[in-house]
């Protein structure tokens, strides 16, 4: 005895459904493209948009015989709020770049410095090194008396504290 053959229901819901959606998107495009429903969508929309304009307006002079801010009056505060949040924001990237300039200048001065204290050493040494030349040049030898007289006593050419 052969068996009769299994209908396909996976193959048959999925041929109802395609029917089904393009019946439905020619009705929609039909109902949406009709000028009588989109009048109608546009006195709603309309509608609506007046009663919510009343209601807000009710709600701003209730919150005003309350003595409470408004609506208008927290976006006004809240745009006031957002401008100085931007300059502070600017204030505080102008310090940054301060400090970094301050820093910047700190460095090159004590650099500055450290050349010049390192300028003044060289110099000391240089000078000691020509007063020691000095000094043995104008040292006499033990065998003329006549240095010996015309040198300055030893005191005179001290310096104070050097």
Same mark, same amino acid.
């Given at each position: 005895?052969?068996?009769?053959?299994?209908?396909?229901?996976?193959?048959?819901?999925? $041929?109802?459904?395609?029917?089904? $959606?393009?019946?439905?998107?020619?009705?929609?495009?039909?109902?949406?493209?009709?000028?009588?429903?989109?009048? +109608?969508?546009?006195?709603?929309?309309?509608?609506?948009?007046?009663?919510?304009?009343?209601?807000?307006?009710?709600?701003?002079?209730?919150?005003?015989?309350?003595?409470?801010?408004?609506?208008?009056?927290?976006?006004?505060?809240?745009? @006031?709020?957002?401008?100085? $949040?931007?300059?502070?924001?600017?204030? /505080?990237?102008?310090?940054?770049?301060?400090?970094? %300039?301050?820093?910047?200048?700190?460095? $090159? @001065?004590?650099? +500055?410095?450290?050349? +010049?204290?390192?300028? %003044?050493?060289?110099?000391?040494?240089?000078?000691?090194?020509?007063?020691? /030349?000095?000094?043995?040049?104008?040292?006499?030898?033990?065998?003329?008396?006549?240095?010996?007289?015309?040198?300055?006593?030893?005191?005179?050419? %001290?310096?104070?504290?050097?």
């Amino acid at each position: 005895m052969a068996s009769a053959p299994q209908p396909d229901f996976q193959k048959l819901g999925d $041929e109802m459904y395609k029917h089904w $959606e393009k019946a439905m998107t020619q009705w929609w495009d039909t109902t949406l493209e009709s000028p009588a429903f989109l009048g +109608a969508m546009g006195k709603n929309l309309e509608s609506a948009a007046r009663a919510r304009g009343q209601y807000e307006k009710a709600v701003d002079q209730s919150l005003e015989k309350m003595h409470l801010p408004t609506r208008g009056d927290l976006v006004r505060v809240a745009r @006031v709020a957002a401008l100085l $949040e931007e300059r502070l924001l600017q204030q /505080e990237d102008h310090v940054l770049e301060l400090k970094d %300039r301050l820093a910047r200048m700190e460095k $090159e @001065v004590v650099e +500055a410095r450290i050349e +010049a204290a390192e300028a %003044r050493l060289e110099l000391r040494e240089t000078l000691a090194a020509i007063r020691g /030349e000095l000094a043995t040049a104008r040292a006499p030898s033990p065998a003329s008396p006549v240095a010996k007289a015309d040198a300055p006593p030893a005191a005179a050419t %001290r310096r104070k504290g050097k």
